[in-house]
């Protein structure tokens, strides 16, 4: 059974750094594209960065500069190094492949910004 556990959130002020964690199990994921999405209360889930198998990496325009994913394939498992977080970083974050079919979504974790 595949599975996406997600771990590292947390609240944090206003300027603070917080490192996501997503453990993948059930199959190799080493030769998918990777990625971290978030859902803030009220809106979509948006997609925030993603990484090839190569470890080509891509961010949304708001994390750019102050998020930096990467990956360990041999243990499965996904990393998001969130620095400099604002209040509008607030928000549910998942990991999963980057393109449909998406696997069954994890819990995610939670990352509060206080200003």
């Known amino acids: 059974q595949v599975q996406l556990v997600e771990s590292g959130g947390g609240l944090v002020e206003a300027g603070g750094s917080l490192r996501l964690s997503c453990v993948a199990s059930?199959?190799?994921?080493?030769?998918?594209?990777m990625a971290w999405y978030r859902q803030a209360p009220g809106k979509q889930r948006e997609l925030v960065a993603t990484?090839?198998?190569?470890?080509?990496?891509a961010y949304v325009d708001s994390v750019k500069g102050r998020f930096t994913i990467s990956r360990d394939s041999a243990k499965n498992t996904l990393y998001l190094q969130m620095n400099s977080l604002k209040p509008e970083d607030t928000a549910v974050y998942y990991c999963?492949?980057?393109?449909?079919?998406?696997?069954?979504w994890g819990q995610g974790t939670q990352v509060t910004v206080s200003s």
């Open positions: 999963n492949v980057r393109t449909f079919p998406y696997l069954d």
């Open positions: 059930g199959r190799d994921f080493s030769f998918n594209t």
């Open positions: 990484i090839t198998s190569s470890g080509s990496t």
